[in-house]
């Protein structure tokens, strides 16, 4: 069964730089999800999009942006990267109307230097 | 304020022995239960959810969790674990049939198995 795909899955960045990541949810899915792991931390969500609008903000900051396109995959864009943005950024997507559940992409493991 | 709370941060369990990870939650409104399983450098794989009917519920790779809703907690249980259960588990709590609206995490259990 198709999954959710996240690309790059590794990506090293000087700090000051920008860096997009990209997720293609399961098909059919309308919703994505946005969340930000640090080493040994829980995940934190980020942002989140039904339908091409956002849905939901979470502790995401004012450098980072995303938005969900017309084929339901979505684009985190982040800019003035800081050395503290080095994480495991986790896409999810999910059925508006099914239970519920995120189904999570392998992640984009972002290195700042 | 909606949180979860998984007290215990790191439990080591012999293999072959039974496991419970506990996890507590706060929430106003009827809520979906998760349990998360997530292996090192890996993505979140579903092990099991809980949203209505029996409050037993059975996942994959052989564990089952219950839902009491008095005591609020949705502990996760395994009858014999293998060397393979090795990971972190995460406990999380989300909305009722609420479009986009996230999941909230508990900070994790990391379970290490011994032989």
């Known amino acids: 069964a198709a999954g959710v795909i996240q690309s790059p899955r590794h990506l090293i960045k000087e700090k000051r730089e920008t860096a997009t990541l990209k997720c293609y949810p399961i098909p059919r899915h309308d919703t994505v999800y946005w969340y930000q792991q640090g080493p040994g931390q829980d995940p934190q969500f980020l942002i989140s999009?039904?339908?091409?609008?956002?849905?939901d903000k979470g502790s995401i900051p004012d450098r980072f942006s995303a938005q969900q396109f017309s084929d339901y995959h979505s684009e985190l864009n982040m800019s003035s990267l800081e050395l503290g943005d080095s994480a495991l950024y986790f896409c999810a997507s999910s059925l508006h109307g099914s239970t519920g559940e995120l189904f999570f992409g392998e992640g984009s493991r972002l290195t700042v230097l | 304020a909606q949180s979860v709370t998984q007290p215990d941060i790191h439990i080591t369990v012999s293999e072959g022995a039974s496991l419970e990870l506990r996890c507590n939650y706060s929430?106003?409104?009827?809520?979906?239960l998760f349990w998360y399983v997530q292996s090192p450098g890996q993505g979140l794989q579903l092990l099991l959810k809980?949203?209505?009917?029996?409050?037993l519920v059975q996942g994959i790779k052989g564990f089952e969790a219950e839902f009491k809703r008095s005591q609020s907690s949705f502990n996760l249980r395994k009858p014999s674990v293998h060397w393979s259960d090795a990971a972190e588990y995460f406990c999380a709590v989300g909305p009722f049939n609420q479009a986009g609206t996230a999941l909230i995490f508990g900070k994790g259990t990391t379970l290490s198995v011994s032989s």
């Open positions: 809980y949203f209505s009917g029996d409050t």
């Open positions: 929430y106003g409104a009827t809520p979906y």
């Open positions: 999009f039904y339908e091409k609008m956002q849905s």
